[in-house]
């Protein structure tokens, strides 16, 4: 293998697939990236034999070939580098030798043929998404993912495809976060759990006009332009999310987002010593948000447009906040039958998403 390629094209690839390489592995060759020149381009590949990531940059390759290389080391080393162009080129016993200016380092690689190829998907449903929107969906679902080892399936986020309809779903158990979009392109439904750790790994692809998603029965792929993810699921069954959502309401409440964010975020500073507890209660066209905590306590007033009898409920202003923090509306709309059952969190002039938060005792 002998290239050259530009410095900031592979160092942006290496930002992408060193993430998926394993820290900690009983297999050497996965903390390894496996390089390979070949035609005009240089794929890297990084997998802890969960999640595969692969990119592709540019590159004037004068022999073809691969190799394999510490992820950290040569991620660590092409990041510290200052020139435009990087020349690689393999050595005796599977070295690496980096070339960029008068700088010149020889780097212990393994044999190419040991890297864990990536896996053929079983039957599986394609469809084809803008990157843009799943992006967005990804980031108005991935909040409320939970971090809870002991139920795995609660771990990732739940992906449906109706033919028509793709839906992201998550929950903690304590909200419940669900994003719809029309997708078209007909393909049979499937559905899909995708670990936390592949969805981190998605947000880091390239930029791509597009992704196709594949869905199959144990792995699920996302394949750009010059960039794919390919991941192992999980495994069991996804909870009965849809008879958590509330069908019916009392009251309505409708504020802006940006008022209602900006006051409830002050008054979390002070909730943040009382489990991020906060009191919402309406008083005529105002809703009054207050906290009590050791460094005292908070009171703010926002306008409203009220539905319903006056209510007072108190919520983990952290889970609100999230949120208001994703919510692509300048209007939250806020569903509320009781103090004790839960709220339906949506955008005011949207269909499309909406989040269930449990309240919290007064």
């Not at 976060?177 to 880091?204: N, T």
Request: aromatic residues 6%; charged residues 25%.
């Amino acid at each position: 293998m002998k290239l050259q390629c530009n410095r900031k094209q592979l160092d942006d690839a290496l930002g992408v697939v060193a993430q998926a390489a394993a820290s900690r592995s009983t297999l050497p060759i996965l903390s390894h990236l496996y390089l390979e020149a070949s035609d005009d381009s240089l794929r890297l590949l990084g997998s802890d034999m969960e999640q595969w990531v692969e990119c592709r940059i540019p590159a004037i390759v004068g022999e073809m070939g691969a190799t394999t290389v510490s992820a950290k080391l040569l991620s660590d080393l092409v990041g510290s580098l200052s020139t435009e162009e990087v020349n690689l080129e393999t050595g005796e016993r599977h070295q690496l030798i980096l070339q960029a200016g008068e700088s010149r380092y020889q780097l212990v690689g393994l044999p190419a043929d040991q890297y864990p190829p990536i896996p053929e998907l079983e039957s599986s449903t394609e469809l084809s998404v803008p990157a843009s929107l799943l992006r967005e969906m990804v980031e108005s679902v991935e909040f409320a993912v939970s971090r809870d080892e002991v139920r795995p399936t609660l771990t990732g986020i739940r992906m449906e495809y109706d033919g028509s309809n793709l839906r992201l779903v998550s929950t903690d158990t304590h909200r419940l976060a669900v994003r719809d979009a029309q997708i078209g392109g007909g393909g049979e439904p499937a559905s899909a759990i995708v670990p936390l750790k592949a969805i981190h790994l998605l947000q880091k692809l390239p930029a791509s006009e597009n992704f196709t998603l594949q869905l199959g029965l144990h792995r699920a792929a996302f394949l750009g332009e010059n960039a794919s993810l390919v991941t192992q699921l999980i495994e069991g069954q996804y909870p009965n999310y849809q008879r958590v959502i509330p069908q019916d309401y009392t009251r309505r409440w409708v504020l802006m987002v940006d008022e209602f964010r900006d006051a409830l975020r002050r008054a979390y500073l002070i909730a943040k010593s009382n489990a991020n507890k906060v009191y919402l209660r309406t008083e005529g066209e105002k809703l009054v948000i207050t906290a009590q905590g050791d460094a005292g306590e908070a009171k703010e007033a926002v306008d409203l447009v009220r539905e319903g009898d006056d209510l007072e409920i108190a919520f983990n202003a952290k889970y609100i906040l999230d949120v208001l923090d994703v919510l692509e509306s300048e209007g939250v709309a806020v569903e509320l039958t009781e103090s004790l059952r839960p709220a339906v969190f949506k955008p005011a002039d949207r269909s499309d998403y909406l989040c269930v938060i449990m309240p919290m005792a007064l």
